[in-house]
């Protein structure tokens, strides 16, 4: 950014200056109000006046000086050449002076403000003879050594902090671009006589050494608050290696990591409850042993699921529908342990249903939560105009030193410039009528295509489910369990490579809007899949395992989808990717490496997380699954990323993915499980063989039991039962909990709408701004083309009347 240059005019300073008084530099609008004065004043002198501006030094000329002796600056094609008189000039506005810091305001502010006092006490310039004034030549535009040393710049600051405040006066020093040194120094001269005084006493009092440890202690405190806030933020999970990632493939493949991140984080947050109400006390309370030998350990169950893993606390079956309550050791007088009136037995069954109630909620929160804040940071800024340059002037991180992150940097830059000019280069693309009608037959094709290949996944599913129920497998066949899932995985990992087949032919032009195409059809396909094997569980099973436990069989059916899903994961990346690589380089001779497919893998992971929560209430540790397969998912797909994929060959910006990404994986995914688990909550008989709610018509029913109970308990607990009846039975509390949850949301929306349209207005203020800029800059150039073509004219006058003596 160009230095503000000054006019000044070396006239000596009269008494009357000392008196006079300075507006404060706090009010920048009075600053602003002295520096257009200043420009005004200027510019009326040069116009009128026509005051002669030259350089330093007058003899130096070049190549590029015109007769007048002013420089003529290069410029662009089609564009005003401006003088470099009318670029001090306007190097001098106020606006120039926008968005720096507070120090070099005050510092620029002294500079005119001196200038301006001085001018009080004399007459305006066009009053005076032009004898009589000072004259301009041979002074430099920028600095004057004769009127403004650092001297008197110094005293004028150390006046003005001294008529501050404390507290106000330390953070005005706090923001000035100096040196800790300068600022030490400033502080001191500034302060008062009272307030050396003051210091002094106090370093120097009865109890000095006092002083010199309260401050070792608080800077002691102050370098361990640094240290821990940098440990922090070390700690992070995969710091470098997504930046990495983003340096080199782009905000479109990072979006996918970001997003197995968040996932991660999701699943920290329903395990936590879960662990702590349900899983630690079952653990710490064992139920006792079922009749009959415990299965051993055969390594199938780390694929079935079932065997030894059934009498653990992995499944439903394993929880008891008693109270526990701590044991206590018989009085010494009496033989039995009488239990406290006041003390309440904590019930497995309420525990249950409430830690699993809460978790969700807490969830659905969070979701809810993360949508609105992705939303209103994808969405904020609705125009991306003028981000080239910011990208190109203000990206780079001059605190960088390692070569290694100055290396990541520029990685990062170079990506996100790719990204910026290919969404402009799309933008300004323009088809004919007959393409669009073409593409459009096509692409409605290609939907055809996809949703029957849809429908024959669905029918396929739903056959074999049936085939299941008709053929029961059993105890020792259990590896014959394994075969319904392994259908479906199969089926989740052929079909996305047929939508994508297929998607090669619309030939989208934006790559944004092939990946949400390729999302939509992808999560239209494992969703089917997922209400048909809901269905079949709810529907179908319940009703044939009539004297088994159906929710352990529901359980180990979702941890078998967990577990191979997670394999099919793996099977996909080495065949996908690492031997379509090594095809491509040993036996085609290409370069050229397959790219990360976003839209495939972004759906394996709600579809994961589905199942997830799909199966909390019938396998309360599959979130403590799921995290390791996160965590195993991550590391795998990077080293693939960074060995076998390449960068996408039209980069695209990624701005919205997150909030896509959330919300998929709120309303789809989420909303469906909460559906599931509510019908199964609400309307399906729990087995009366094993779980916590094995005497109860449904599970919600052991919230009426538990009202009961603290009814004949006492009166000292009879508001829990009112609690029950008003706020949990009753319907009206949750509607309003929903409605404020909606209008919560819909106030968000709407602040960020009003934050989208004052910050349009902000830049439509910023270009009318630029406007006035040019009609300055178009003002200025007229009045010094006219003071040129005077001065020529009055050269060529003064010229043929010396050639021609006779014209006299």
Same mark, same amino acid.
């Given at each position: ?117 001085? #001018?009080?006490? *004399?007459?305006? $310039? @066009?009053?005076? %003879?032009?004898?009589?004034?000072? &004259?301009?030549?041979? =002074?430099? +535009? ?93 700690? #992070?999970?995969? *710091?470098?290696? $997504? @930046?990495?990632? %983003?340096?080199?493939?782009?905000? &479109?493949?990072?979006? =996918?990591? +970001? ?550």
């Amino acid at each position: 950014m160009a230095q503000p240059l000054n006019f000044v005019l070396s006239v000596p300073e009269t008494p009357e200056d000392h008196s006079s008084q300075e507006p404060s530099p706090y009010d920048e609008s009075e600053v602003h109000d002295s520096f257009h004065q200043l420009i005004q004043e200027q510019s009326q002198w040069v116009a009128e006046e026509g005051l002669e501006l030259q350089q330093r030094e007058p003899g130096a000329g070049g190549p590029q000086t015109s007769g007048c002796g002013q420089r003529a600056l290069p410029g662009p094609e089609d564009a005003l050449v401006h003088s470099a008189a009318t670029l001090r000039v306007l190097a001098s506005m106020p606006s120039r002076t926008i968005g720096r810091s507070r120090g070099a305001v005050i510092c620029q502010y002294y500079d005119r403000s001196v200038r301006l006092r001085r #001018r009080v006490s *004399r007459p305006e $310039l @066009k009053g005076v %003879g032009r004898s009589a004034r000072p &004259s301009l030549r041979l =002074y430099d +535009l920028e600095l004057d050594p004769a009127a403004l040393q650092e001297e008197e710049k110094r005293f004028l600051l150390v006046k003005e902090l001294q008529g501050l405040p404390v507290a106000q006066r330390n953070h005005m020093l706090r923001g000035m671009p100096l040196g800790l040194a300068e600022k030490r120094c400033l502080r001191e001269e500034s302060q008062t006589p009272t307030g050396k005084q003051r210091g002094r006493q106090g370093s120097h009092g009865l109890f000095p050494c006092c002083g010199r440890l309260r401050d070792a202690c608080v800077l002691a405190l102050h370098s361990l608050g640094l240290g821990l806030l940098a440990g922090l933020h070390a700690l #992070r999970p995969w *710091r470098y290696a $997504l @930046k990495q990632i %983003g340096g080199q493939f782009g905000s &479109s493949v990072l979006s =996918y990591f +970001l997003f197995l991140k968040t996932l991660l984080a999701f699943n920290a947050l329903l395990l936590l409850p879960l662990l702590a109400f349900i899983v630690g006390v079952q653990a710490a309370f064992p139920p006792p042993a079922p009749p009959g030998s415990v299965p051993s350990f055969t390594g199938l169950e780390l694929l079935t699921g079932g065997g030894r893993f059934t009498h653990t606390v992995l499944y439903y079956g394993y929880y008891s529908n008693s109270t526990v309550s701590q044991p206590c050791a018989p009085p010494p007088g009496a033989g039995q342990c009488r239990r406290e009136a006041d003390s309440l037995p904590y019930s497995m069954p309420l525990a249950y249903l409430f830690t699993v109630g809460l978790a969700f909620f807490i969830t659905c929160i969070t979701l809810v939560y993360s949508m609105s804040h992705s939303f209103g940071e994808s969405y904020r800024v609705g125009s991306t105009s003028g981000v080239h340059a910011v990208t190109v002037f203000c990206s780079w991180d001059h605190k960088v030193t390692q070569r290694r992150a100055s290396r990541l940097q520029h990685d990062n830059i170079r990506t996100h410039l790719k990204e910026l000019l290919a969404e402009w280069q799309r933008r300004r693309g323009s088809q004919s009528t007959c393409g669009r009608l073409r593409r459009v037959a096509v692409r409605g094709l290609v939907w055809l295509l996809s949703l029957g290949t849809t429908l024959g996944c669905t029918v396929a599913v739903y056959a074999f489910s049936e085939l299941m129920i008709k053929s029961p497998v059993s105890v020792e066949q259990e590896g014959a369990l394994l075969a319904l899932p392994v259908v479906v995985c199969l089926l989740n990992l052929g079909a996305p490579y047929l939508f994508r087949c297929l998607a090669a032919l619309e030939r989208h032009d934006s790559p944004v809007l092939e990946v949400y195409v390729a999302v939509c059809r992808n999560l239209i396909l494992k969703m089917v899949i997922l209400g048909i094997l809901c269905y079949h569980w709810l529907g179908r099973r319940v009703g044939t395992l009539k004297d088994q436990c159906w929710e352990n069989f529901v359980g180990q059916e979702l941890y078998r989808l967990t577990v191979l899903d997670f394999l099919f994961v793996l099977l996909d990346t080495l065949l996908g990717e690492l031997v379509w690589r090594l095809i491509s380089e040993k036996q085609l001779k290409r370069r050229e490496k397959p790219e990360f497919d976003i839209a495939g893998n972004v759906l394996e992971l709600i579809y994961g997380q589905t199942l997830t929560w799909l199966g909390v209430l019938f396998s309360p540790l599959l979130p403590a699954i799921q995290i390791v397969k996160l965590l195993l998912i991550f590391y795998v797909k990077k080293t693939s990323l960074m060995a076998n994929c390449q960068a996408p060959r039209r980069p695209w910006l990624a701005s919205h993915m997150s909030t896509v990404f959330i919300s998929l994986l709120c309303f789809p995914s989420f909303l469906g499980a909460a559906v599931f688990l509510c019908f199964a909550v609400w309307r399906v008989k729990p087995s009366s063989t094993c779980g916590p709610f094995r005497s109860l018509d449904s599970m919600y029913e052991a919230g009426k039991v538990w009202v009961r109970h603290l009814e004949e308990a006492g009166p000292r607990v009879s508001w829990l039962p009112w609690v029950h009846r008003y706020l949990v039975e009753n319907t009206f509390p949750v509607y309003l909990v929903s409605a404020l949850l909606l209008a919560v949301i819909y106030l968000h929306i709407q602040v960020v709408k009003g934050q989208r349209r004052v910050i349009c207005l902000l830049k439509e203020q910023i270009s009318n701004e630029g406007e006035d800029k040019v009609f300055l800059i178009n003002k200025l150039h007229s009045v010094y083309e006219r003071k040129e073509r005077s001065r020529a004219g009055r050269t060529q006058e003064a010229e043929r009347l010396t050639d021609d003596p006779d014209a006299w």
